[in-house]
């Protein structure tokens, strides 16, 4: 959603290869790029490296589930509800639009830093928030699932959601691999 900002590198910006470093690359994929901006973005790519196909990748919902037990959740249920959504991921806005794009209403969001840890006092506090905004159920994203020290049943209640990625023309880009692996190897 914002390539190459500013065009340093870590830990001077966001970078994490400089974007010379697209000139090594054999097959190229773009994420959460769309419309005129996966245009322009495609165009830069290929001008730093006019040889490797360029693939697009878009989220997907896999489906949410119940933090405490990890049994799935009935999507309608939570799109009947005002929705606080949290994480400690490196891009939250995608998320938040991801969901607001997968029909959930959310009346307000909170963003931990990315790999956050969350403890007790962190939930509480989310769901003190929850209470003020008026929702209805908590949302986060998978990989902050993972993070929690401890699942305490909660009111509203909280999910968790997967988010799949998939490869707009996924039988040209195993080619495209196959193809790369053969020539590398031959």
């Known amino acids: 959603t914002e390539p190459f900002p500013g065009g340093a590198v870590l830990p ?12 090594r690359a054999d097959v190229v994929v773009l994420t959460r790029s769309t419309g005129a901006d996966a245009a322009a973005l495609e165009e830069e790519v290929r001008r730093h490296n006019p040889r490797a196909p360029v693939f697009r990748a878009l989220t997907e919902l896999g ?16 799109r009947s509800k005002r929705v606080l959504a949290f994480c400690g991921i490196g891009n939250p ?20 830093p990315d790999h956050h840890r969350y403890m007790v006092e962190h939930l509480k506090g989310i769901i003190r928030r929850a209470d003020r ?7 986060t994203t998978e990989k902050d699932r993972v993070n929690f020290a401890v699942v305490p049943p909660s009111f509203p209640p909280c999910s ?5 990625m998939v490869m707009e023309d996924e039988p040209a880009f195993f080619a495209a691999v196959a193809q790369h692996l053969e020539e590398s190897a031959g």
């Open 12 to 23: 001077a910006g966001l970078l994490r290869e400089p974007v010379a470093a697209l000139a």
């Open 63 to 78: 489906g949410f589930f119940d933090a405490a037990t990890r049994q799935p959740a009935e999507p309608d249920a939570l």
């Open 93 to 112: 806005e995608a998320f938040f639009a991801d969901l607001e794009r997968w029909g959930l209403e959310l009346v307000d969001t909170v963003v931990f």
């Open 133 to 139: 905004a008026g929702a209805g159920a908590l949302v």
């Open 160 to 164: 968790y959601c997967r988010i799949e």
